[in-house]
């Protein structure tokens, strides 16, 4: 081909457009990164490609890790191009304390990914904003205090189902196990017999199908080919993880919508049984008032269902294996959580008023947390204004990414952040102490609304557990082989293992 024909063919009308499209995607990346506005001091950040933005660099499958490493280089408030999607990543205690707390109005609002819409369509609790997130989230609130959450009634409806966990951990006769179903399972009967009003048989096989549709939904949310979906939208057509993850909460809300029907043909509004009732019971009031725009609605129902059965189940085990997992790894702590709930309770039951007596128990439940991380990076916000923020200039409705992991592993708040020590949370006295820099929950407007409820349930399950077992690596794996890598997902859980759980009582 000439030249002459070349040019001629690059100005074909189709060619000319393609051309157009495309000059003006680059002129949009260079404008929304480097801005018109010379005068306003934004966030730095690495250099990126047009439409891929940093991409190339992170680490899409634990994005954290990278997001850690860029803190190191461009401070704590910096700037990150998800493809051609711009946002500002938080790190360090202070900086995320700061926004979080201090700014809570500011940086309030929920960032709506694709992912969280396909899911949620901006129902329930997690991923919605305005008058919608306040009510549910106020709803929520208030049941989960109303049936139980720090109440003796929670309490007692953990204990009773610690018994059930240890008599399948005793039937493993200390043979190797891997301890995730079991764990899921008790701790999922915890938030259903709030919600639902009732606890399941471990052998009921929709529960368990419920629990493995949660977390592997949690699982898949994780991957990188769901980051990718997040930044290009027009990839969700092909991308298989996708399809299965709207099919796993189609079927699971089918499944709750079953559930709600039936806790419906037998409600009795003077005789609440849960967390489902409360809502029916409001929703029905709302009808007959002619409320317009009603927000009891059926999809916030099954949303907020949803969101809290997922929430009160994958965290909470996940943080539960980790802290059997630690134990096996490290005999001699174990060893004096052991020697302490001997010398505090002998052989009766724990419970929640034991906690002051058992400091350094605590101290290890906090430190697993810590340590873990299960929330690496909190669900994104949105800023709701344009905000001046340590020097930098964030413009209203600019995605922002609070670094968790960064928080929990902060060089300035913790003596050794890398290192599994109990001490992190004791005085010289060997006291429990609090301290500020501990967000395994997040903070703010957007906190865990479970946090109360999931200390508790840790801190019965653990106890329970370590008043009867000695956890131990399978035989032949010594402790120096335990892995301590955590699997691919939203949260992090420990890798596939099995441990052995001793009876010594």
């Not at 099919?247 to 559930?259: A, D, I, K, P, S």
Request: aromatic share 10%.
């Amino acid at each position: 081909m000439s030249v002459l024909e070349g040019l001629v063919f690059v100005q074909t009308p189709g060619c000319v457009l393609i051309w157009t499209v495309l000059l003006l995607l680059l002129l949009y990346f260079l404008s929304s990164r480097q801005g018109f506005h010379v005068h306003h001091k934004e966030p730095p950040g690495p250099r990126g490609l047009p439409l891929l933005g940093n991409l190339l660099q992170l680490d899409l499958n634990r994005p954290h890790n990278t997001l850690i490493e860029f803190s190191k280089t461009y401070g704590s408030v910096f700037t990150v191009y998800f493809g051609p999607k711009k946002a500002v990543v938080l790190a360090g205690y202070k900086t995320v304390k700061q926004a979080l707390v201090d700014h809570a109005d500011e940086f309030g609002d929920r960032y709506i990914s694709c992912v969280s819409e396909d899911i949620n369509h901006q129902h329930g609790i997690l991923a919605s904003n305005g008058d919608n997130w306040k009510e549910m989230r106020r709803f929520a609130l208030s049941n989960l205090r109303n049936y139980g959450m720090g109440k003796r009634t929670a309490e007692d409806k953990i204990l009773e189902e610690c018994h059930y966990l240890i008599e399948v951990f005793e039937n493993h006769k200390g043979q190797p196990f891997d301890t995730s179903k079991p764990m899921n399972l008790a701790v999922s009967n915890i938030i259903s017999s709030i919600v639902f009003g009732s606890r399941f048989e471990y052998s009921d096989p929709q529960f368990k199908k419920m629990v493995k549709r949660s977390n592997e939904s949690m699982r898949i949310m994780g991957t990188a080919s769901m980051q990718l979906y997040n930044c290009f939208p027009w990839m969700g057509r092909w991308t298989k993880n996708r399809k299965l993850l709207k099919n796993n909460f189609e079927v699971q809300y089918n499944h709750f919508r079953g559930l709600i029907r039936q806790l419906k043909i037998s409600l009795n509004p003077e005789m609440c049984r849960c967390l489902i009732d409360s809502f029916l019971i409001r929703k029905q009031k709302d009808e007959d008032s002619c409320v317009t725009d009603p927000l009891y609605h059926e999809m916030n129902l099954i949303t907020v269902v949803g969101n809290l059965f997922a929430a009160g189940t994958d965290t909470t085990g996940a943080s539960l294996r980790w802290a059997l997992l630690f134990m096996a790894k490290y005999p001699q702590i174990q060893a004096q959580v052991q020697e302490e709930l001997r010398r505090e309770t002998g052989s009766r039951q724990v419970r929640v008023e034991d906690r002051k007596k058992l400091p350094f128990t605590d101290a290890v439940i906090h430190e697993t947390q810590r340590l873990a991380s299960i929330l690496p990076v909190a669900l994104p916000h949105v800023t709701t204004q344009d905000v001046n923020f340590q020097g930098f200039f964030i413009r209203k409705g600019t995605t922002v990414y609070p670094l968790l992991t960064s928080v929990l592993h902060d060089d300035n708040e913790w003596e050794t952040p890398s290192t599994f020590n109990p001490a992190h949370f004791l005085d010289k006295q060997g006291r429990f102490v609090k301290r500020d820099a501990f967000m395994p929950f997040s903070a703010g407007r957007r906190a865990c609304p479970g946090e109360g409820l999931a200390r508790m349930e840790l801190f019965l399950f653990f106890t329970s557990l370590l008043q009867r077992f000695r956890f131990t690596p399978p035989p032949g794996v010594t402790e120096e082989e335990l892995d301590l890598t955590p699997a691919v997902g939203f949260t992090l859980n420990p890798s596939l293992h099995q441990l052995c759980a001793v009876s010594y009582v």
